[in-house]
T-cell receptor
Framework: GNSVTQMEGPVTLSEEAFLTINCTYT??????LFWYVQYPGEGLQLLLK?????DKGSNKGFEATYRKETTSFHLEKGSVQVSDSAVYFC???????????FGGGTRLMVKP | DVKVTQSSRYLVKRTGEKVFLECVQD?????MFWYRQDPGLGLRLIYF???????EKGDIPEGYSVSREKKERFSLILESASTNQTSMYLC?????????????FGPGTRLTVL
């Protein structure tokens, strides 16, 4: 079946530090991959996505590259801000399964 | 902008009570979903619906039922609430005409069962 594994948090960084949140997946076929973000007290928002191998999704300074050879979709940002503090979820959509599969979420805390 | 609203942000119920969680979307989406969110477990799909009066079980349907009488509204029902149903419940919707897999989420309902 499908599964998504994320690094456990919390991840605590100082402002302007480099961020990496690891995400690996198991799926049959060719899934689409997503990063969602959940700010405190809110629902999930789509941050970025990639639909095929070697695609790079990007938004708000965040990037992730779909690596089929390593079954990974790591989230990166060159310089984090306090406002990036949130929970980040990696997810995959597999047409065969017809639904999203989420990782466990990684809490990011950015200190001034 | 897509808007998905949920009837309550916080809810406290007693064991054995019948609980209704309501979700409404205003973008004419065909697909609607109910998830529960628990620390360390991510989001788990309870039920989803592709159309009015249609429903499909997700990964953890036990103890829940759903109702989709109108396209814009998807209700989650706990027939007899139990303490292990204390959780954050998230509703989502997506369009069949766009990328099916891009889901839009409501703000969530935090349910506590005492």
């Amino acid at each position: 079946g499908n599964s998504v594994t994320q690094m456990e948090g919390p991840v605590t960084l100082s402002e302007e530090a480099f961020l990496t949140i690891n995400c690996t997946y198991t799926a049959t076929g060719y899934p689409s991959l997503f990063w969602y973000v959940q700010y405190p007290g809110e629902g999930l928002q789509l941050l970025l996505k990639a639909t095929k191998a070697d695609d790079k999704g990007s938004n708000k300074g965040f990037e992730a590259t779909y690596r089929k050879e390593t079954t990974s979709f790591h989230l990166e940002k060159g310089s984090v801000q306090v406002s990036d503090s949130a929970v980040y979820f990696c997810a995959l959509f597999n047409n065969a399964g017809n639904m999203l599969t989420f990782g466990g979420g990684t809490r990011l805390m950015v200190k001034p | 902008d897509v808007k998905v609203t949920q009837s309550s942000r916080y809810l406290v119920k007693r064991t054995g009570e019948k609980v209704f969680l309501e979700c409404v979307q205003d973008m004419d989406h065909e697909n609607m979903f109910w998830y529960r969110q628990d620390p360390g477990l991510g989001l788990r799909l309870i039920y989803f619906s592709y159309d009015v009066k249609m429903k499909e079980k997700g990964d953890i349907p036990e103890g829940y039922s759903v109702s989709r009488e109108k396209k814009e509204r998807f209700s989650l029902i706990l027939e007899s609430a139990s303490t292990n149903q204390t959780s954050m419940y998230l509703c989502a919707s997506s369009s069949r005409d766009r990328h099916y897999n891009e889901q839009f989420f409501g703000p969530g309902t935090r349910l506590t069962v005492l």
